[in-house]
């Protein structure tokens, strides 16, 4: 079970004017307790490449305004036009023992992202008889090379609501670290940044491991200085590139073994000869 946080009586509004030194330390200190105590990676938050901070996410700001008791309401307005649903939500952020106002987030979502501009066609049929400024294929980098996603357009009034949650959940996200000042804490969360953008930073870290990953157990094998101890790090080379399915970086090390398998045999030779 999560642990229960006590929390300071003062911090998030307070009604003397500024905060002292004091509360403020207070204030960051019963943060970053939630954020231990309670918060789980990958769930409330979790990093994203490319950046120095851990985005927050819905779940880990409803968290924060539990803990501070920070009530929330809502002001939207409908930028819609006739073929593009827009919502630019405000969250405003009230201290429910007081019905003080803390602060406010604004967010904003449109089904003209890219995310919601398209989805993939449900079938051969469907691309096709869809009209061609209507359709598009999608080409996505991955592993190794590149793939491609048949696309059609989405009727903007199908994911109307959906862009709605998503402005409304951005607001939220930047009300609660606008009003509980963990902003140096948390960044933004992962949905504001560019879907593309995203992809990309997580797809050139995973190239960055895979290559860090090779070169590392291909040195280990090119270090070993006997055969035993070759066989070892053969064996545990082989469970690496396994489990992080490289089959390129399995074959390359497979080849880093063997020539130093045929170094040591030639040393082994050569020793044996000039005794």
């Not at 901070?53 to 930028?79: H, N, S, T, V, W």
Request: charged share 25%; glycine share 8%.
């Amino acid at each position: 079970m999560n642990a229960v946080v006590e929390l300071p009586q003062r911090g998030i509004a307070t009604d003397t004017g500024r905060m002292n030194v004091q509360e403020v330390i207070r204030h960051v200190h019963a943060v970053q307790e939630v954020m231990q105590a309670v918060m789980k990676d990958g769930l409330h938050y979790g990093a994203v490449p490319g950046t120095d901070k851990p985005m927050l996410y819905k779940q880990g700001a409803e968290k924060l305004c539990l803990a501070f008791k920070i009530g929330d309401e809502y002001r939207i307005e409908d930028l819609s036009t006739s073929d593009v649903a827009r919502y630019r939500v405000t969250c405003v952020g009230i201290h429910q023992p007081t019905g003080t106002v803390l602060g406010q987030g604004v967010g904003e979502c449109s089904s003209a992202e890219e995310k919601y501009r398209w989805r993939k066609a449900v079938c051969k049929e469907e691309f096709e008889i869809t009209p061609a400024n209507l359709r598009r294929v999608k080409f996505g980098r991955k592993a190794g090379g590149h793939y491609t996603v048949e696309q059609v357009r989405t009727d903007s009034a199908d994911v109307a609501n959906t862009v709605l949650k998503m402005a409304a959940k951005r607001a939220k996200v930047a009300m609660t670290l606008n009003v509980t000042a963990a902003g140096d804490m948390f960044g933004q969360d992962l949905e504001d940044l560019d879907a593309l953008l995203a992809q990309h930073l997580t797809e050139d870290e995973r190239d960055t491991q895979i290559q860090s990953q090779r070169a590392e157990w291909a040195a280990k094998a090119q270090a070993a200085k006997t055969s035993d101890e070759l066989t070892k790090v053969m064996k545990e080379g082989v469970k690496v590139f396994q489990q992080a399915r490289d089959r390129d970086g399995y074959q390359q090390f497979a080849a880093a073994v063997q020539q130093r398998g045929a170094a040591l045999k030639t040393q082994t030779k050569e020793a044996g000869n000039g005794a």
